[in-house]
């Protein structure tokens, strides 16, 4: 079965810098990859969605890539702030209809 | 636009009751995603019904059910509780399903359910 790994529970860094998340996957390539953002006790919100033939795509200071060689999407946020502290979740999916949820990475950013 | 709609936001139940949980879609959509996230612990994929139709089911006993009604509204229905039942439940709507691939899932707020 698919498996989604993401890079570690929690990562800390400074206000101002770029946060990288690394979302791992095995077995067969998605159709799609998705992140999303989850703050504590409420649903997921949707960030951006990347297609298997493409290889990157940004969003204001959101930018996220795709390499179905390495099976692995990076999910950056550039110019850190506080206020992007959450949960970040990645989602594969493939034909079919099942999305596939990663574990989640708990960012924090520090003023 | 409103957005994904749950109902109740909590529910207290006890060992072997049944549960009901509510979803109304965003205007528009046909389709609705079940999720069950439970305490330190990722979204885990219960259901997909889209055009009324289960289209797909996650790894949960059949216990576990739900339909979707005519106005695309959907139920989750938990039958026996069990303690591990306890969790967060999500439910996702996305525009409808004509490729075999669902499209950007959109989340509700979640019904806290806590089984003593």
């Known amino acids: 079965s698919q498996k989604i790994e993401q890079n570690s529970e929690a990562l800390n860094i400074q206000e101002g810098k770029t946060a990288t998340l690394t979302c791992n996957y095995t077995?067969?390539?998605?159709?799609?990859l998705q992140w999303y953002r989850q703050d504590p006790g409420r649903g997921p919100v949707f960030l951006l969605l990347?297609?298997?033939?493409?290889k990157e795509k940004r969003k204001e200071r959101l930018k996220v890539t795709f390499d179905t060689t390495l099976k692995q999407s990076l999910f950056h946020i550039t110019a850190s702030q506080p206020a992007d502290s959450a949960t970040y979740l990645c989602a594969l999916v493939r034909p079919g209809g099942k999305l596939t949820f990663g574990q989640g990475t708990i960012l924090t950013v520090h003023p | 636009e409103a957005g994904v709609t749950q109902s109740p936001t909590h529910l207290i139940k006890t060992r072997g009751q049944q549960a009901t949980l509510r979803c109304s879609p965003i205007s528009g959509h046909t389709s609705v995603y079940w999720y069950q996230q439970a305490l330190g612990l990722g979204l885990q994929f219960l259901l997909w019904y889209d055009e009324g139709e289960e289209r797909n089911r996650g790894n949960f006993p059949p216990r576990f059910s739900g339909r979707q009604f005519p106005n695309y509204s959907s139920e989750l229905n938990v039958n026996a509780l069990e303690l591990e039942d306890s969790a967060l439940y999500l439910c996702?709507?996305?525009?409808?399903?004509?490729?075999?691939?669902?499209?950007?899932?959109?989340f509700g707020p979640g019904t806290r359910l806590t089984v003593l």
């Open positions: 077995n067969y390539s998605p159709a799609y």
């Open positions: 990347i297609r298997e033939n493409e």
């Open positions: 996702a709507s996305s525009l409808a399903f004509g490729t075999n691939l669902p499209d950007t899932q959109y």
